[in-house]
């Protein structure tokens, strides 16, 4: 069996989705679909709107025979750490193919990649501009191509990781149809996951453009989980720890500790509060998963543990999709697993297990611990 | 101008304390009267049903002259460092007497302590019942007395650290009257501060039980401030914070790091929790102090630096109050001021305002940063 691999979030599974699991089957010919899912938060560092179970189910009712999380230290990650542990896990399992969505497909990826070789961190030490600005501006002077489509950038890093450490696998990029990321219109049965959570939470309809697995757990969803709702756990943590303590969060860096302590100090809500805390020389991404770090208190070293220790955790499988981890599971090498055990969850998945915790601010289902996989008959 | 203190919550502040505060007036015959309030959390550790500016504006209306902040690392802990701390700020102030409530006022409280001065903590090392249990079966043995009634603990714990510290004022126990601690029936004008509360809670009548200053802001209290409240902010700090790092909170002992963070893991809800905590060996309120501490993150050495610094913030006075600060603030050696400014919240006070900060959790109003004090013409 021949397996197409892909790297999604499905925050919320919908019917753009759909139609790129669909894509990266006919077009590669695989028998089989793979998709490593971030778990609870996403790579902007934000909660998902439906637990990574319920999104599970949805995917695989609908073309996805093989669902693996994606560890929250590699799932919060900007694009090339995220990529880079995406695709050590698909290289694992043995994928054929990885396809993944680019707004432009038809771009040697490759090229750019070697073209960026070059480049190092000494060339991005302008304070006044986020660290992707600045690689962008390094790239588009050297090769006349800029990268400022998220699909675009997932894809070059992609090629990256790809290129990096020599993985055999094809790499298929699909063209994006329908709606683009920033687009949060709903118009036709293809929206935007954006479009689709503002309309959630705007009470407009969004009934056409997710698959009724999908829709029917969205139809319980009460609040969008946000910031907003975990704002009073991060903030209890920037007031009551000292600065030299949140200095060892992982990328707190060039004083952001005083500066988050400051801010929510004087600020009762999340918005007031990472607005306070916004500069030109960081995006809300990057602050976003900085805020994630600072409530789960992962400090450098320990993430730098967790990335040394890689792990398959699967999520569920259809009957498909067990036959293929029947067929590779003898040649994977990392820890495959499909339940958490009272030892995994303070050791081996210590990071993912506290991310679930956190969850459970919005949901009462334990998350980790004895959780059974999704499986569909 | 001779004065009497007075060791108080004003939780809330009602009929009881109003007699009260008026015997301790005319028992003592002094002219002005000063109260040591515990701020926003209280000796029990939780959180006071209004903040202490409310209760100092009802207390100022209804007979007190003078209040001063007992700060948090004295306020929230055991009746003998509770004691202690509220003691040496008197002394401060240059009260000539201490009044304070028993419900056996005839008792020689004096002889009582002299008898426990034998009495070693290697005598209390039975894991399976509470130092005080141990303590007072001490006692009893040695002296045929029984301290078991809560205000007759306290008027132990004065009588020690006057006794102890050589302190020259009075000690003036008032006989308790009215309803008792633990009596939780509302009858006639006087009742528990706890029957109020709960009163407050269940939505029964409570008018005639406390001045009308204080009933205008129970009037407002929308949820009783509890820890089923701040229970989120707890359970993320003992399941995001490693074992080792529990471990140096203050009274944080013998496992108990493990046993909280286990079952910290294991419920959604305070009651839950606390109940799973809950052994022979501690009782609910060294427990829920231990929940505030790991809350506020207070280590063993954050909070001695703190008790080796005491301080004097006045929170509000009448005219005669005023006077009375005027006449003995040359003899004050500790810092007495009516503003926190933006060192003093780093530093001095840092407790107290990271205690303020938990406590926004009910109350938008910011607790110390440039809070005035109240002032009554």
């Known amino acids: 069996m021949q397996a197409v691999g892909m790297v999604v979030e499905f925050n919320p599974f919908h019917n753009g989705h759909k139609y790129y699991v669909q894509q990266a089957k006919e077009q590669s010919g695989a028998d089989v679909s793979v998709a490593v899912m971030s778990g609870n938060f996403t790579q902007r560092g934000e909660p998902t709107i439906v637990d990574k179970w319920q999104r599970t189910q949805a995917a695989l009712a609908n073309g996805v025979d093989l669902v693996v999380e994606l560890p929250v230290f590699s799932a919060c990650q900007p694009a090339h750490r995220f990529a880079a542990g995406a695709l050590s896990i698909?290289?694992?399992?043995?994928?054929?193919?990885?396809?993944?969505?680019?707004?432009?497909?038809?771009?040697?990826?490759?090229?750019?990649?070697?073209?960026?070789?070059?480049?190092?961190?000494?060339?991005?030490?302008?304070?006044?501009?986020?660290?992707?600005?600045q690689f962008n501006s390094l790239l588009s002077a050297q090769t006349g191509v800029s990268l400022t489509d998220p699909n675009d950038i997932l894809s070059f890093a992609y090629n990256k990781a790809a290129y990096d450490n020599g993985y055999q696998f094809d790499l298929m990029p699909i063209q994006r149809v329908g709606s683009d990321y920033h687009d949060e219109r709903i118009s036709g049965e293809v929206a935007s996951a954006s479009a689709i959570r503002k309309a959630i939470t705007d009470g407009t309809d969004y009934s056409h453009t997710a698959p009724a697995e999908m829709l029917e757990r969205l139809a319980e969803v009460q609040t969008v989980p946000s910031w907003q709702t975990l704002y009073p756990l991060l903030r209890n943590q920037l007031i009551q720890a000292p600065v030299e303590q949140l200095r060892q969060t992982y990328q707190m860096a060039e004083g952001l500790e005083y500066r988050m302590k400051d801010c929510a100090q004087r600020s009762l809500d999340f918005d007031h509060f990472i607005h306070g805390v916004k500069t030109k020389r960081y995006t809300f991404a990057h602050l976003l998963r900085l805020c994630l770090y600072t409530t789960l208190q992962i400090t450098e070293e320990e993430l730098a543990g967790h990335v040394a220790q890689p792990y398959i955790h699967i999520l569920g499988f259809t009957k498909k999709g067990q036959e293929y981890l029947h067929q590779v599971k003898k040649q994977v090498e990392m820890p495959l697993f499909t339940k958490v055990d009272q030892d995994m969850k303070d050791e081996l998945c210590a990071l993912d297990y506290r991310a679930g915790k956190l969850y459970q601010t919005f949901t009462a289902v334990e998350q980790d611990l004895k959780h059974a996989p999704i499986i569909l008959r």
């Open 90 to 133: 698909l290289n694992e399992l043995g994928v054929s193919t990885v396809a993944f969505g680019a707004e432009h497909p038809d771009w040697d990826f490759l090229s750019l990649v070697k073209a960026s070789e070059s480049f190092s961190d000494g060339d991005m030490k302008n304070y006044t501009a986020t660290y992707a600005t």
